[in-house]
């Protein structure tokens, strides 16, 4: 069966270096995402603020760049052309076309050093995670953000339930507010993690296949909208824009926010904001809801090992919850929903432990780490009181 049918598909280009859909063609079921590797989770240290960015629309220069990385053509890989034929077949493309993108697409070494994973002994620290997206460069784009974009944040609010400080967060940690959103081509580093992806992994199987489903896909958005599949740039991983979606989400969560007739990622902030908004409530955001809890043990009862199995996934009530140990107070003795108990190492010190509720989960549905959810919140929780503070 075809990923896309054509009447959800409706019209979608790749034009000026980045996916634009047409108005509806976002498909809003929820779904369980699946692992993808954002820019955010290895990000450098952020570059200095760019210039004031007119609310609703980035000023960033779109296409191809002439920095972007260089590496082997698939062209002459023989489980290349054979993928290339697979989906010509199941897409209903012209053979050639499949087999000319596919082997315009390059390996890259770079995206493979950069999937490596960590070194196993490596303890994680999330002092110096946070310190990385939690800075005064960062919070002080926010708030610019924030105040340029004030009524498209209090519109997608209104619309979908989801605090503005939480679309800050994410759009702060994922790209800075647009000014790191990858130079790499998005065919090559699909193509590079799809058939050439680092063995070293746990989970390397699993993730080949997985980007070669969003190499599919990326590479039918162009087919059905005559595009340059060569044109688009995002992060190493593939992903794109403001938000960094893989091109499933792009083609199942944005929306056209603006309403001028198209969804645009990278230059739109209004559809940006809006896509972020509704990639949240179609995961499961409730309103209202806090997404941590502070937690303190009672070691006289603390069952750490069974209160940990979960992750990050909510499974305990209250009850279940406090028996294992686990203290609330305060509002907390008020939730109704599951709760999880989330960990936070910090090298060789001991580690921060959170009471995670069904929001906090729906932020790690953007990137599977906990750490990467406590810097979505704490972002934009600082973004919105350096914004009240400023005059």
């Known amino acids: 069966m075809p990923l896309f049918s054509p009447a959800r598909l409706l019209a979608i280009a790749l034009c000026s270096g980045t996916l634009t859909l047409a108005a509806g063609a976002a498909d809003k079921a929820t779904t369980t995402a699946k692992p993808r590797a954002s ?9 200095a603020p760019g210039k004031r960015q007119a609310a609703g ?3 960033h220069k779109a296409g191809a760049s002439r920095s972007a990385p260089r590496g082997t053509p698939y062209g002459e890989r023989e489980d290349a052309m054979r993928f290339a034929d697979d989906m010509a077949a199941r897409q209903g493309m012209d053979p050639a076309w499949a087999r000319r993108a596919v082997g315009q697409a390059q390996q890259l070494a770079v995206v493979q050093r950069l999937m490596q994973p960590p070194p196993p002994t490596a303890r994680k620290n999330w002092a110096a995670y946070r310190s990385r997206f939690i800075d005064p460069i960062r919070i002080a784009a926010g708030v610019r953000f924030w105040r340029e974009n004030e009524a498209l944040l209090a519109k ?4 979908y339930g989801v605090p503005a400080e939480m679309v800050v967060g994410i759009i702060g940690v994922e790209t ?9 081509r998005v065919l090559d580093a699909l193509a590079t993690l799809g058939f050439d992806h680092p063995p070293e992994h746990p989970r390397a199987a699993e993730r080949s296949a997985w980007f070669r489903g969003e190499l599919e896909q990326f590479l039918t958005l162009a087919w059905r909208s005559q595009g340059d599949p060569t044109v688009p740039l995002g992060s190493y991983a593939g992903a794109m824009g403001l938000v960094q979606f893989m091109p499933s989400s792009a083609v199942r969560f944005a929306v056209d926010f603006d309403g001028d007739g198209r969804i645009d990622l990278r230059r739109s902030t209004a559809d940006a904001i809006g896509s972020v908004a509704n990639y949240f409530r179609a ?3 409730q309103p209202g809801q806090p997404t941590h809890y502070p937690v303190r043990f ?9 209160l940990l199995a979960p992750d990050i996934l909510p499974t305990f009530t209250l009850a279940s919850f406090s028996a294992k140990g686990a203290v609330l107070e305060g509002e907390a003795l008020q939730h109704a929903g599951p709760l999880a108990l989330v960990e936070l190492q910090n090298g060789d010190a001991p580690s921060s432990y959170v009471a995670g509720t069904e929001n906090f989960y729906v932020i790690t549905r953007y990137n599977q780490s ?3 959810a406590m810097a979505v919140i704490e972002l934009g929780r600082e973004v919105a009181q350096a914004r009240r503070r400023a005059p």
Do not use: C, I, N, V
């Open 39 to 47: 820019q955010a989770a290895r990000a450098d240290k952020p570059a």
């Open 57 to 59: 629309r980035t000023s």
């Open 156 to 159: 997608a609010e209104k619309q």
């Open 176 to 184: 800075l507010y647009g000014q790191q959103m990858g130079d790499f």
């Open 283 to 285: 995961h499961g955001w």
């Open 298 to 306: 009672d070691t006289a009862s603390l069952d750490l090992e069974s």
């Open 370 to 372: 906990s750490y990467y």
